[in-house]
């Protein structure tokens, strides 16, 4: 019988945010205006970790600088990002758990808000194949076009990866209901709707509150990176 390992990837996966990296590396090579752009990726950032961020108005900054430029551009400077960024975050504990459920025959996916632009490349650096992320929109949807700045779907997000991971799910003949196990780590409390409709939740480098949430559930706790 198949089992589900879901995977968080900022701050799970990986010990940083890949989408305020990202954020930060447009600013330092001057894609975007360095000091607006660094001082409203702090804002979201902030409210993110303080579970008040309005998705919709943080996808319009996140995905705008994605609507300005060719793709072959936007490839050429994620490239260099994994390179001078993301690389050498890939930390050991984290390849390690992921493996521990490939070797067991798990069915792996990583699950998160971050677009999957930015998170693509990221995710087959661990061997994963399934991604749920947040979609950017391309011109007349098609899969190869420019990004138009505007989001495909359902943000992934809080209550949003409970629908995109059922329609996922669905296209692989499978339901989270009939699965034997299923196990979601995450470091967020923005993932607590999540984490309730999975058999093994498992906060992972856990924020505060969310290490407080799984102490009251006896939920484990894992640290990746103390």
């Not at 490239?79 to 930390?91: H, P, S, T, Y």
């Not at 990004?147 to 992934?156: A, D, F, K």
């Amino acid at each position: 019988m198949t089992q589900l390992a879901l995977f968080d990837l900022d701050h799970t996966l990986l010990p940083c945010d890949s989408d305020y990296e990202w954020g930060q590396f447009l600013a330092r090579i001057g894609v975007v205006d360095s000091e607006y752009y660094a001082r409203q990726n702090e804002r979201f950032y902030q409210d993110y970790k303080e579970g008040k961020l309005d998705i919709h108005e943080f996808l319009r900054f996140a995905l705008k600088p994605l609507s300005e430029h060719s793709r072959a551009q936007l490839k050429e400077w994620h490239d260099a990002f994994m390179k001078e960024v993301i690389n050498g975050q890939l930390r050991q504990e984290a390849l390690d758990l992921v493996k521990r459920h490939q070797d067991a025959g798990d069915l792996c996916c990583v699950i998160t808000a971050t677009n999957s632009f930015v998170t693509r490349p990221i995710v087959e650096s661990f061997g994963i194949e399934h991604l749920i992320a947040t979609e950017p929109a391309t011109k007349d949807n098609q899969p190869l076009a420019n990004y138009t700045g505007e989001v495909s779907g359902i943000p992934n997000f809080r209550e949003g990866k409970i629908q995109n991971l059922h329609d996922w799910l669905t296209s692989q003949k499978l339901s989270l209901d009939t699965l034997p196990y299923s196990y979601f780590y995450s470091d967020s409390m923005n993932d607590l709707p999540l984490l309730e409709k999975v058999s093994h939740p498992v906060a992972t480098n856990p924020d505060d509150r969310l290490r407080n949430e799984a102490k009251q559930r006896n939920w484990p706790i894992l640290e990746l990176f103390a």
